[in-house]
């Protein structure tokens, strides 16, 4: 045969393989459909259509020819590209023995991918070493020579493209801020911060602040939203950029866990331990600081692109852009009013309602005249009659404490924390495999002019939750509900 006549039965051989639902490779991308039995007949046609291509072939000089191979393990095949001659077709053919067996899905925990974006997060430094030495004790620099570490996460060009095509709002969403001659105004026009006006306004020296970029960049979602499973609370997160040579906020502490991500420029910060035990853990921030404030600073350091600088709650930090380079930076935020502290403000008041209705001790009167011993005024008398009140006053206040300890809620505490985290945590971001198997893209659907598909959920069905925290069941007024994120 010549190859006019070999190139035509190939093509006709061709589209009689495909015609009977062997699986397709159009362009390179498989088509999956059902698989065929081999049999004799077929493994002939197969070496025939083989011996076709390799005949074609031989007259061909620069290009290559596609050869298939037959696995029987798993249909997979050997791919090279197709000749000149043959690339109008461009069809890839597989002939699998059997069909594949159903195989399980291993779903990842969503605390181990919490882990693994806290330890991208951190790296250079171990996980355990960060919380045995760093977490809410210490500072912690990490330089990583590598300015493109954090380069997905968010950019100035991305921040312009964000403010272009959604309804920001000044004060809502961003807002403008300046620190001059130790003075820190904020400068937020009214309505929409359209693209022009914020650039505008940074033109003039003012800083930018974005306060939810987790809305609106799915990057800084993806880490928010993974971190609340490593850290159990809400995570959050604020971005700065800062004109070259300029600084935007006034020294302060803060209530929050900081991570700094240094994203664009580069910036001088400086961070000063608390000056007291009142300060540490602080679940307050401070008010704007002066410099007459402040002593040395702990820790004096330019962040680059890449870097990374963690400090705890309390600890008073400044920066600055250089005078030769605007800054971008994304801050990290966890364990707002997630201390011991904010447990015990749930706990206390249901111990104490137990306690009331269980210990009579509790609900007997107050001794007649505790007035005339009790109280600021008589906290320094030195009356010994009434230094005897104030003593047995204060042995029976610490008695009734002491039964009350043993009454604490505990679990009931912590599903009120649990109840909150669902109220303000970040919806979870579902991957493919999880949103074809939620309501967002599974379940009954419409096809061939009736509803398929239906699921029936058995006591026996079993449930795979999202998130490790996407649900809490609680009792409260003396019936159990369910707490959920719908996302």
Not at 178 to 191: A, D, F, L, M
Not at 280 to 296: F, R
Not at 408 to 419: I, V
Request: charged residues 25%; proline residues 4%.
């Amino acid at each position: 045969m010549d190859d006019n006549v070999k190139e035509n039965a190939l093509s006709v051989l061709e589209s009689w393989i495909l015609s009977n639902n062997s699986v397709i490779l159009d362009n390179f991308h498989e088509i999956q459909t059902s698989g065929i039995e081999i049999t004799e007949e077929w493994k002939k046609l197969y070496e025939f259509w083989l011996s076709l291509k390799q005949d074609l072939s031989n007259s061909c000089i620069d290009d290559e020819i596609e050869i298939v191979k037959i696995n029987h393990d798993n249909g997979s095949l050997n791919e090279k590209i197709i000749p000149s001659g043959l690339k109008r077709k461009r069809k890839l053919l597989r002939f699998p023995t059997r069909k594949k067996k159903p195989t399980h899905t291993k779903y990842e925990d969503s605390r181990e991918k919490a882990s693994h974006i806290f330890s991208w997060m951190i790296s250079n430094v171990d996980v355990k070493q960060f919380m045995d030495e760093y977490w809410e004790k210490d500072f912690l620099h990490v330089k990583r020579n590598n300015s493109q570490y954090y380069k997905k996460v968010l950019s100035t060009v991305e921040i312009d493209r964000i403010l272009r095509k959604n309804y920001i709002m000044f004060t809502k969403n961003i807002d403008i801020t300046t620190y001059i001659n130790g003075v820190r105004k904020t400068h937020n026009p009214e309505g929409r911060a359209y693209a022009s006006t914020v650039w505008d306004l940074y033109s003039t020296g003012a800083s930018v602040r974005f306060l939810n970029p987790q809305t609106y960049s799915n990057p800084v979602w993806k880490i928010c939203e993974g971190l609340q499973d490593a850290f159990g609370c809400f995570v959050g997160a604020n971005v700065y950029l800062t004109p070259p040579g300029t600084q935007g906020f006034a020294p302060h502490y803060d209530d929050i866990e900081a991570f700094v991500l240094q994203l664009e420029g580069k910036k001088r910060w400086r961070v000063y331990r608390p000056r007291s035990q009142a300060e540490e853990c602080a679940l307050v921030s401070s008010p704007n600081l002066s410099e007459e404030d402040l002593e040395e600073p702990d820790l004096d350091v330019v962040l680059e692109a890449g870097d990374l600088l963690y400090f705890p709650r309390g600890f008073i930090h400044q920066a600055n852009a250089l005078p030769d380079v605007h800054s971008l930076h994304i801050t990290v935020s966890s364990f707002q009013n997630n201390s011991w502290a904010n447990f015990l403000e749930q706990a206390v008041p249901a111990a104490l309602k137990i306690a009331t209705s269980e210990n009579p001790e509790f609900r007997r009167g107050l001794p007649l005249d505790y007035l005339s011993y009790m109280g600021l005024v008589h906290s320094d008398n030195n009356d010994i009659q009434k230094m005897d009140l104030r003593k047995l006053f204060r042995e029976k206040a610490r008695f009734l404490m002491d039964f009350l300890a043993d009454m604490l809620p505990l679990d009931s505490a912590a599903d009120q924390m649990g109840k909150k985290l669902i109220h303000d945590a970040l919806p979870p971001i579902l991957s493919h495999d999880e949103r074809v198997r939620t309501i967002y893209n599974g379940g009954e659907h419409w096809e061939d002019n009736d509803v398929v598909n239906r699921v029936e959920i058995t006591p026996d069905t079993k449930i795979r939750f999202l998130k490790a925290n996407i649900a809490r069941l609680i009792m409260e007024e003396d019936e159990i509900r369910l707490y959920f994120s719908t996302g």
